[in-house]
Structure formats: structure tokens, C-alpha cells
């Protein structure tokens, strides 16, 4: 099947690197998937395909790689072959739009809101009038129709199916008081057997179509077992109408075909919810950028769309707006709440030179703003975008969850075909008549007992509401690791500068001996104004503090931590620490003073010209107010905590004693801080934070790494956790998570396998009623969905309400 013009036009995959030069490699994403079975039919659907080498698809992300020989295969025709088993394509590029997340949502529930009222007539329509379903049945009856009426209270304007959801639950509560009155028991079957077609083929075709498309393609997957259990109940149904076996249950085995239907529909609404609500309270951010900015365009200031911005555009913010894009002040003087973005409660005071986040609160002060990131790079849209790739994590225990449940379904199918056949030919072996009734309750019960939603949806549930939590913590999880790995780590390994440190030194003393205090720091301004380090920033705002214009550098080395070389006019000038400066010019005279600085706790830059000192720099950096607090907290949860930094000995000591930190390792050089991690993965798992920029190498080198944020800076590539706040306590919090998040994997998987484990094998006896096998199953994922949102049960009612609410995509 060819896709249309209008879907070629789309953009429906992304380029990406591949393994080998002579393959090709697409990531497409998927909508419509629900639990993990759903990745094991797409990776067997596109593995199948000729040319196809490797397929890996992400449940929780909805993203599938595909590595593939494009001499042999065309992604166009691979991604058809997605939409004919029945999933939706999107642009891999883009955020999905909220609109279109909550719109699926709200179908998914008015779907299950019609099936349950399908199933309380259904249950109304069979119950037995006298013994337990007599007592358990109204009961259920009448909780459903106040969970309906309440529904339609709080949610007002409901869309026609919710309406005729109530209307057919007050139905069902008629007919189990008025039954016999209204002379309904003859129709009873062909009441429910409506039913049961309505539903299975009208409201739920989309299941069955998928059944069809996995069975073509040789898959056995949950929409294969569902209909299994879905049709044996249609043909149980269809027999009993045909010949009219006295006492032969007709109308039950509808009744399964229907509440089967109903659980599966139940299955896929409560994944959504977790899905979806677990990222949006970041991906609402986007919703904090203003539709409009004032921007000045030819001498004069005209309002614009956002769109309309391009970078390097000058934007006039004014007190109590919002800063409507990234850029850098070049005018004013304002304190910036950035709350909402990055979960630092207090205002930052932005002036010259400070950069801005999109979607922060300006204060009392007007802005001029030049655009340094629009769209897609603005830090909105890219935290959004970690927020969707957090949800893409695969800790070692979904990988084993996802090998059984290759497995799974062939396994169930055959239990419930050998429970059939036992029932009937054991007693036929032994002479006695077999009880068919049971032998087909066997079978059903099996289908219905093993469906394998539940361990399908039981940990990738827990990621995703973990992974939303940290997010909303201002905490991005960007690894399995950082789950799975986090929890265990018990060394952590913390940078001082912009980590344990504010990370904005000021000069504090002058030292000059062969220039002038002026000469002196003009010429070491002009010679770091080339670099991004802290210290080189703290100079060459000094310098211009106090006036001083920077002599012009034709050329600049840099030594990563040590310092740096440059050519000014015809001198050579060397900036660095006086361990660096001293291997190249004299500073014994000087060795007095330096250490008296750096008892005082303060960091200590030499400036020599021709190889002759011109003196000597003093900065001082102030510890974050949350350290001591966070680096106590941490030893308490029981984590060797290790200061490692650049700096010099007795600057670091100062720090760390001031921290309750006995270990420390002062002057160790970018390149070296990878090793450092390395030996100290002898005695255990590490994790290391640091600013994410010169301590990348580290980062990755260790078994977690934490890049402490700093706004638009955040380099969200070099580490498993962004911590966005800034805030070292988020790394206790980030610790919490993981152990949370973990745990309650844990919990899910052994829920549902032991529900599974236990019903399957119980249902093959043919004692458990198809009936209660459904009610076990839905018992089953509710709890692992409730344990999955268990502390924040707002986000289900919020679902709730939102069924009879209609969703506008935004202009």
C-alpha cells in the first residue's frame, strides 16, 4: 500500500547515525501504544522486512530505531507497514502538542466509559437473582452509578456517549430490580449477545483490526489473546442461540466477549493516563512563553509573533511580563523569577551581560534583551524534548520483562487450548461423560486470567510517573541508569567551583609588583577574555567595573586547568595558577603572599609578562547556602561524599571543612578528574557532579553523572541527571526518586506476575467463573495503576474530569 500525497508531505521519520557506512538509520514515532507486547509486534513486524537488521522500540518513549540496508528497503514502505497494523505516525522532530495528548485521552476514556455501562447491563442482564450475585452484583451496580452521576456533576457539557453512559447504567440498575417484571429473561441472550457485537466490533474495532494485522504477519500478541477470549465468547454465545441447550449459560459467554472488551479498553486508558499526565506538568511550560514579544525593527519597537523572532533580534521586556524568549541583557537592570522554569524560589537579578530564560517572570525593572536561541533551541523546548526522552529509560529489569513476554502470549494461548482439551478427553479416558460447560470455562478463563496487559504496563507505568515526578522537581532522568543505578551508588564525588560554590568568584585583592594595579588587570582581562572559566569571567568583569579597556590579544592559548597563554602587541602574557606561571617565570618573591591568600581562602591567579611577574589576582567564591545542609544529608543516607577540584590546597580544604567533608583532592586537572573517578570505582559504584562543561569527561566516566543546571547553560549532554534548579539538595531528592521509582517497579512486576502466575494456572481448572477471571485481571491493573500513582492521586481524577471536557488545539 503506497502512502498518500498528503503523508509523503509529512515529515515522518529523522535521520540518525547508523552503526555501519553502508546502513541507514530512521527514528519514527509511534502512537497507540499501551503496554510492552505492543513493542514486541512492531519489532517483529519491521525485523520481518526485507533489508531490516535491527529494530529497538520504546514503549514509554513511543519512538522506534530502525536500521536497515536502503538498497533493499524503503522507510516509507516500513512505516506503512506500522499503520496497517493500526498505529499512528508523528513527527519525530516535534513535541507532541498537548491538545492532541489529552484529545486521545479524553477518547480513550469515553470509549471506556460506554463499555462499562456495556458491561453493567450486560452483568444486570445475567445476575442470578438469589445467592452472592444477588448481594455483590447491586452493590457493584450502584458504586458504578455513583461513580457515573458524579462524573456528570463535576463535569458538565458531557459529550453524547458519557450521556448515554449514564443513561445505560441506570438502565442496568432497573433491570436487577425489574427483570422479571419487564419479561426480559427469553431476550436475555439476544440482549446480551447485541451487546457484545455493538462492542467488540463497533466501539473497539480498532483492537480487533490490530488482532487481524499481528495474526497476518504471523504475531501473537495481547490483541491476538484479547480477541481469542472475545470470540470464544461470541461462538460460547452463538452455540447456546443455535441449539438451545437446556441450561446451557448464553448469555454469560456473551457477557465475557463483552467485559473481556471492557477490561482491554480499561488496560489501554489507564496507560494513557500515566503516559501523558506524567509529563505535562513540564511540558506546560511551553504554555509560559508569551505569543508575542516587542521587538525593535527598524528604529522602532513592533510587537511580533514568536515565530517571527529570529536570533540576534533586540527585545524590550517590561516590568511584569514575561520574558518571551533565551537571550542575553544588553540594556537594564531587573531580578528575574524563574520559579516555574527551574524551581529556584528565589528572584536572580539580571543586569549586563546575565542571560535570561524564556518564559521567566521579569520584575520592577525593563529589559533589553539580544536573542541568543529561538524555537526549538530556546531552553524551553529543550527541556520539554528531555522530558519526552526521559520517558525512553530501559533499566535492566524491563529488558527481562520484555524477553518473557516474547514468550508470553503463545504460552497462554497453549495453557488455555491444553485446559480445553483436558477437560474433555481425561474423562472420555476414563470413561466418564465430560463436562463441555466446564472444559470451554477452563479455556476462557485461562484467556481472560492470563491477558498480559498487566505485566505489560508494570514497570513501564513506574518509569514514567518517576520520571515525571523528577521533572517536576526541576530534576530531568535522562538514563536507565539514573534509576536503576543512582539508587546504588554509595561514593559521591562532588566538583567545588559552580557546584559546592555559587560559581561567581569576585575579585577581591590586587597584588601588582612589576605594573600598576590598572595595568595589571587590564592586561590579565585582555588575556582571559577569550575563556569560559569562572575565574577568567570574574576578571574581565572586574575590568570593566572599574573602566578599564583591555589591550587587543592577537592570539591565546589555553591550558584546561592551569591557564592560559596570549600575544598582546609584541609581549607574551601568561595567565594562571602560580603552580602553572611558576614553571615558566620566578615567583619566589611572590611565595609569601600567595600563601597567605590562599590561607585566607581565597584563589589565586598569576599574571607575568616576558617572563616577569606583574602580579598577583585574589577571587573569592562563596559556598551555596543549601551545601552543608545537602552534603550532611547525603552522608546520612550513607554516601561517602569526595570534594575534587582544580583549585588550590588550602582553598579546598577551607571548603570542605566548612562542608563536613574529610576527603578532598585539590588541583587536579580536567583530564585527570576521569582517572580519579576511575580508581574510586574500585571501592564501589560513583557518581560525580559537576558543572557539566569541564567536568564532562568525569560525568561520563562515572557510573551516574549529575549536571548541576545554571539556566540556559545546562549541558544536557554529558550527564544521566540535569539537576535544573541549581539546588544542591535536589541530588537528595534525585537519590529518593530512584529508590521510589525502583521500588515501586519491583512492586508492579512482582504484582502482576504473581496474579498472573497464580489465576492462569487456578482459571485451567475450570473453577474460576470467565466472570471473576475479567474482575481478578481488572483488579490487577488497577492496583499496579494506583501503586504507579500512588502520593499524587490528583493526576486520575484530573483524567476523570476531563472525559466530558472538549479540548481546543491552540491557535
Known sequence: MALSASTEALPLWTEEPASRPDRARIRARIGGLHCSLCTSTIEK?????????????????????????PARADPRELLQTLRDIGYTLHDPRKLRPFEDEERDLVREGR??????????????LIATPTGLWSTMLPLAAVLGLIGLVFLVLRALGLWIAATGGVGLGVLAGALLVSRETLGLAPATPWLVGALAIVLVFGIARHILVMAYQALRRGILNQHVLLEAGAFAGLMGGLIGLIFHWPGYPTAPFFAVAVMVTTYHLFSEWLSLIVKTRSSQAVKRLLDLQPDVARVQRDGREVELPIAGVVVGDLVRVRPGERVPVDGEVIGGHSSVDQALVTGEPVPIERAVGDGVIGGSINGMGTLLVRVTAVGEESFLQRIAREVEDARALKPGLLHL?????????????????LAVVGWIAIPWMLGVTPDLQRAVFAGLSVLVMGYPCAVGISAPLSIVRGAGEAAE??????????????????????????TLTEGRPQLVAIEAVGASETELLGVAAAAEAASEHPLADAIVTAAF???????????????????????????TVLVGNPRFISENVELANLADRIAGLEASGHTVVAVARDEQPLGLLALSDSVRPEAAGATAALRQAGLKTVLVTGDNERNARRVAAELGITEVHAGVLPGQKADLIRQFQHGGRVAMVGDGINDAPALMQADVGIAMGGGTDTAIDSADIIVLSNRLDALVTAREISHRSYRRMLQNVSLAFLFNGIGVPLAATGLVYPVWAMAAMAVSVTTI????????????????????KPVERRP
Open 45 to 69: 513486524a519491521l525485523g520481518r522486512k526485507v533489508g531490516v537488521d535491527k529494530v529497538a522500540v520504546s514503549l514509554t518513549h513511543e519512538q522506534a530505531l530502525v536500521e536497515y540496508d
Open 111 to 124: 470509549r471506556f466509559l460506554v463499555a462499562v455501562s456495556f458491561s453493567l447491563v450486560a452483568i444486570a
Open 401 to 417: 520483562v520484555d524477553r518473557i513476554l516474547v514468550v508470553y502470549t503463545p504460552a497462554v494461548l497453549l495453557t488455555a487450548l
Open 473 to 498: 522537581r526541576g530534576i530531568l532522568m535522562r538514563t536507565g541508569e539514573a534509576f536503576q543505578g543512582y539508587r546504588l551508588v554509595n561514593q559521591i564525588v562532588l566538583d567545588k567551583t559552580g
Open 545 to 571: 567595573e572599574q573602566g578599564i579597556t583591555p589591550p587587543d590579544v592577537s592570539d591565546f592559548e589555553a591550558f584546561p586547568g592551569k591557564g592560559g597563554r596570549a600575544r598582546i602587541g609584541a609581549t
Open 785 to 804: 495503576f494506583f501503586n504507579s500513582l500512588w502520593g499524587q492521586p490528583s493526576l486520575f481524577f484530573q483524567a476523570i474530569l476531563s472525559v466530558g
